[in-house]
Nanobody
Framework: QVQLVESGGGSAQAGGSLKLSCAAS????????MGWFRQAPGKEREGLAF????????YYADPVKGRFTIWQDTIKNELYLQMDRLKPEDTAMYYC????????????????????WGQGTQVTVSS
C-alpha cells in the first residue's frame, strides 16, 4: 500500500525559501509519476512539479518555473520540493502525490487525477 507523508511547511516572508519533504512507502518497480500540488481556499488544485520513474528531467508549471525545484532520493524513498523566491500567492496547502502510469513525464503532468495523496502541509507567505 502506497503511503505519502508531507512535512516542511510553515511561514516565510516574500522572497524567502522553504523546503518540503514527502516520505513515501509502498512503491515497487512499477513505472510511476510523482508530483507536488497545491490548493488555496476558493481556488482549484494546481499541479506544480512532476517527476517520472527513471527520468531525469522534471516538468514545472509556469507559475513556479525557475523558483521551485523537485527531486527525489530513491534510497530514502523521499520526494522534495525546494521553494525559493516565495511570493504571497504561493500561500496554499501543498500535497505530494503519486500514480502508476506509463508514457514518461508527459503522462505525469497532463492528467492530475493522481491515485495516491499525502495529507498536506500548509505554506504561508507574507508580504
Amino acid at each position: 500500500q502506497v503511503q505519502l507523508v508531507e512535512s516542511g511547511g510553515g511561514s516565510a516572508q516574500a522572497g524567502g525559501s522553504l523546503k518540503l519533504s514527502c516520505a513515501a512507502s509502498g512503491f515497487g518497480a512499477d513505472s510511476r509519476c510523482m508530483g507536488w500540488f497545491r490548493q488555496a481556499p476558493g481556488k482549484e488544485r494546481e499541479g506544480l512539479a512532476f517527476l517520472y520513474t527513471g527520468g531525469f528531467v522534471p516538468y514545472y508549471a509556469d507559475p513556479v518555473k525557475g523558483r521551485f525545484t523537485i527531486w527525489q532520493d530513491t534510497i530514502k524513498n523521499e520526494l522534495y520540493l525546494q521553494m525559493d523566491r516565495l511570493k504571497p500567492e504561493d500561500t496554499a496547502m501543498y500535497y505530494c502525490a503519486a500514480d502508476f502510469r506509463r508514457g514518461g513525464i508527459h503522462a505525469c503532468w497532463m492528467n492530475n487525477d493522481y491515485k495516491y495523496w499525502g495529507q498536506g502541509t500548509q505554506v504561508t507567505v507574507s508580504s
